[in-house]
């Protein structure tokens, strides 16, 4: 059974246009909720994360909004860049039960040039 | 620079031979993580130490041991290799709760 669910495997955007990536989650003792850049051949880096306090987090080009009554998150990428094409992780965590982290399957995203 | 160091990055090993793969950090974490990733699914957490207690994962194989000798160092044996075990491993590490640091991986391959 899936609690962090990205259920889009790939998206594909025009360089200098917003990327969408959508994650949702079942599980509601999720608090803390962070989105991981994985390239081809290595491992994930940490991208920005949001706690569940909060319902928007920004860190440049990159902006998590959380909605935790739709138990759902999104993370925006604006303006898209080449740079960016790579695989995404949503992955949540329930803090007060322990430091473990549920991954979703992540989503590929292509930014054309 | 602080980091998590993953050794060998390609391992190739046979059916059924034993492989022991390594994780190291410099980051003083309490917390090391094994995950196992297959192509287009989730990262998924084999077990992981606090300090040098060790939490299995209830739908891990017994085929897969762990050793954390000390705070900085990290194993992954797998004892008999199948080649459903072919895949990408992950060493991560955290503090306590919260952002986890990833290693670059081992791709094994099992022939």
């Known amino acids: 059974d899936q609690q962090v669910k990205q259920n889009s495997p790939s998206l594909s955007v025009q360089e200098g246009r917003i990327s969408i990536l959508n994650c949702d989650y079942t599980?509601?003792?999720?608090?803390?909720f962070l989105w991981y850049k994985k390239y081809p051949a290595e491992g994930p880096t940490f991208l920005i994360s949001?706690?569940?306090?909060?319902d928007k987090n920004e860190d440049g080009r990159f902006t998590v909004f959380l909605n935790k009554s739709a138990k759902h998150l999104s993370l925006h990428i604006v303006p898209s860049q080449p740079g960016d094409s790579a695989v995404y992780f949503c992955?949540?965590?329930?803090?007060?039960?322990?430091?473990?982290?549920?991954f979703g399957k992540g989503i590929t995203l292509s930014v054309r040039p | 620079d602080a980091m998590v160091i993953q050794n060998p990055r390609y391992q190739v090993t046979q059916f059924g031979k034993p492989v022991t793969l390594s994780c190291s950090q410099t980051?003083?974490?309490?917390?090391m993580y094994w995950y196992q990733q297959k192509s287009s699914q989730a990262p998924k957490l084999l077990f992981h130490?606090?300090?040098?207690?060790?939490?299995n994962e209830a739908d891990t194989p017994d085929n897969f041991q762990s050793r954390r000798p000390n705070t900085s160092f990290c194993f992954l044996d797998i004892r008999s290799p199948g080649l459903g075990d072919a895949a990408m491993y992950l060493c991560?590490?955290?503090?306590?709760?919260?952002?986890?640091?990833f290693g670059p991986g081992t791709r094994l391959t099992v022939l």
């Open positions: 130490y606090y300090d040098k207690d060790f939490n």
């Open positions: 991560a590490t955290s503090r306590v709760a919260g952002r986890q640091f």
């Open positions: 599980n509601s003792m999720f608090d803390y």
């Open positions: 949001i706690s569940s306090i909060k």
């Open positions: 992955a949540a965590s329930d803090t007060g039960a322990n430091s473990k982290l549920t």
């Open positions: 980051l003083n974490h309490n917390v």
